[in-house]
């Protein structure tokens, strides 16, 4: 089984971000979140399904996003520097003020944390992808199989809260690109104690995913993106699962070769032939001297092979490689994990200015190959 990116991630802690100036109007390629404070958007403000693509107000929308994990207590630093990268999109990951804890899962400090980073996108023209799989985590930490419980009291919990910067209720706020349930969850077949079954995984998402667009149709929701996809033996049903006709978007991260040779391909073959859009939900170039293998896709030992790694991947999401399998149609688009700026410390997975060529790989609207 692979090793999973967030390992090294997670053991490290916040670390400062620069300030950066750069005004958002000298950026291009946003869009803005249209309903003004209090008010209910019109359906065409927000990103929605198209085809194979996203699109908004008619144009399509590539994702160009990354995650913000332990960066939220500075949201206007790290807006900005998403600004400065040319991203579009913020991802809000495992953004719990108390690590894999469930009484924090609902809590106001948590949220009011999250509505800051989501106001500061907002005003920044920027949109953000909310992904839940801290309550997931949360539940498995409490010894709870997560694809057993009923989440829709957490789903309305969010579909219904009022963001206390803005006034805006979720639900209702085109910031929000789309929502992500579990990306990475743990494969059945793989000895997790709180994994479940396969039967479970996949009534998990066929009932989570027709809950929150019960909740909130306005906003497109995705399983999240899966790993273990290379292994016939995982356990997950993938294609029944993102067959769902409530699923938005067929998922799928690069941590590993495989990943990139075998998952990438026939999940963007069978959603091309299902005429739905795919996303590379997460891939990472990591500082790491000791790779976890010769198959090992996160981490790399010097700024010039980490900006490689990130170009090839923007290159998978435009559909193209230049050796080797190429997905069967574009992306989406892609999120990166992890968007952040501070001194170069071995096993870090932030992208930002203290890794120069990765940063200006990231910047690059269409890279060559």
Avoid at 163 to 192: C, H, R, S, W
Wanted: charged share 15%; hydrophobic share 40%.
């Amino acid at each position: 089984m692979k090793t999973k990116r967030r390992l090294l991630g997670r053991l490290l802690t916040a670390m400062a971000l620069l300030t950066l100036s750069l005004p958002a109007a000298l950026l291009p390629g946003t869009a803005n979140a249209a309903s003004a404070p209090g008010g209910t958007a019109a359906a065409g403000d927000f990103v929605r399904v198209c085809g194979t693509r996203l699109c908004l107000h008619g144009h399509p929308f590539e994702v160009r996003g990354a995650t913000a994990y332990s960066h939220y207590d500075d949201p206007r630093a790290e807006v900005t520097l998403a600004r400065r990268a040319h991203l579009n999109v913020i991802e809000l990951v495992e953004f719990d003020t108390r690590y894999h804890d469930l009484s924090d899962t609902m809590s106001e400090a948590t949220w009011t944390r999250v509505d800051k980073v989501v106001a500061a996108a907002r005003a920044a023209g920027m949109h953000v992808i909310l992904h839940f799989a801290e309550y997931g985590q949360s539940l498995a930490a409490n010894g709870t199989t997560p694809t057993t419980v009923d989440w829709k009291s957490y789903l309305r919990f969010v579909a219904n809260r009022v963001n206390t910067v803005t006034g805006v209720t979720y639900k209702n706020d085109p910031t929000i690109a789309m929502v992500q349930l579990y990306g990475e969850i743990d494969a059945p077949n793989f000895g997790v104690p709180t994994a479940g079954t396969t039967e479970q995984m996949t009534a998990f998402f066929a009932r989570t995913l027709a809950q929150w667009h019960e909740l909130a149709p306005n906003i497109p929701a995705s399983s999240g993106g899966f790993s273990y996809l290379n292994y016939s033996n995982s356990g997950i049903d993938w294609q029944t699962i993102m067959a769902d006709p409530n699923n938005a978007a067929c998922g799928v991260e690069v941590n590993s070769t495989a990943d990139r040779d075998v998952s990438v391909p026939n999940v963007s073959s069978y959603c091309k032939s299902l005429g739905k859009p795919w996303f590379l939900a997460a891939w990472s170039s990591c500082y790491n001297h000791n790779p976890w293998g010769p198959e090992d896709l996160d981490h790399f030992p010097d700024d010039a092979t980490m900006a490689a790694h990130a170009r090839e991947m923007k290159l998978v999401a435009l559909g193209r490689r230049a050796d080797g399998p190429a997905p069967a149609m574009p992306a989406i688009g892609s999120d990166f994990w992890n968007l952040g700026a501070g001194p170069v410390v071995e096993g870090t997975c932030d992208i930002g200015p203290q890794f120069p060529q990765t940063f200006a790989a990231v910047r690059e609207p269409h890279p060559a190959g």
